[in-house]
Structures are given as structure tokens and as C-alpha cells.
């Protein structure tokens, strides 16, 4: 029903920069919140960022400053500009999104990326 697929993950030394980008498609009516999770080897998924349709955000303490999420409506699609990285930002990272379908009764949606990965090197 929606697609979405990532893109921009990489190696990328510490003190870098990566942008993720995440484009969804499929029976879309409208989109509200497009966010970004990360999981590293050993830990549980976590939030690193979000966005909501009216462009308030949401940031993990621990990339505040450092990470900035936006979004173009037009496109549906979100992304993650990473500035300073640190190897500890090593994880899978995730875009995930919620919305309504284009279906009768406009039923509502999530959906999640395959994932990609981002490996900062120290």
C-alpha cells in the first residue's frame, strides 16, 4: 500500500556529514508524522528525530544540535541531514511514516523503511 525507500547511508569518518533521504509512494491521501529511528548491534530501536505535517520537531537529546530532520510535502519525503558525526551514531537507521490511505474511509497507516546503514568510523 506505501512504499518507502531509503536512501544515503554510508562511511563516513567522525566529524562528518551524511543525508538520509526517505521517499514514500503508494495509495497516500495525506501524511502527518515522518520520522527517523536508528538501531545499533546490541540495543533496542530508538527515536532520533521526527516531523509533523505542520513542521514541529522532535529530537533525541543525544543528536540535538547535531541532526536536522525537514520534509518536502510536495514529494513525500523526509530527510536527515547528520552534521558532526560521532561513532557512536553507528546504527541502522530507519524512516517510518504515518498517514491515511487513499482507500474509502481514508483507513490510517505506518509504514517503515528497509533500513540503511550508517557507520561513522572514530
Known amino acids: 500500500q506505501v512504499q518507502l525507500v531509503e536512501s544515503g547511508g554510508g562511511l563516513v569518518q567522525a566529524g562528518g556529514s551524511l543525508r538520509l533521504s526517505c521517499a514514500a509512494s503508494?495509495?497516500?491521501?495525506?501524511?502527518?508524522?515522518m520520522g527517523w529511528y536508528r538501531q545499533a548491534p546490541g540495543k533496542q530501536r530508538e527515536l532520533v528525530a521526527a516531523?509533523?505535517?505542520?513542521?514541529?520537531?522532535n529530537y533525541a537529546d543525544s543528536v540535538k544540535g547535531r541532526f536536522t530532520i525537514s520534509r518536502d510535502n510536495a514529494k513525500n519525503t523526509v530527510f536527515l541531514q547528520m552534521d558532526s558525526l560521532k561513532p557512536e551514531d553507528t546504527a541502522v537507521y530507519y524512516c517510518?511514516?504515518?498517514?491515511?490511505?487513499?482507500?474509502?474511509?481514508?483507513?490510517?497507516?505506518?509504514?517503515w523503511g528497509q533500513g540503511t546503514q550508517v557507520t561513522v568510523s572514530s
Open positions: 503508494g495509495s497516500i491521501f495525506s501524511i502527518n508524522t
Open positions: 516531523i509533523t505535517s505542520g513542521g514541529t520537531t
Open positions: 517510518t511514516v504515518e498517514g491515511m490511505l487513499s482507500y474509502s474511509g481514508r483507513p490510517t497507516f505506518r509504514s
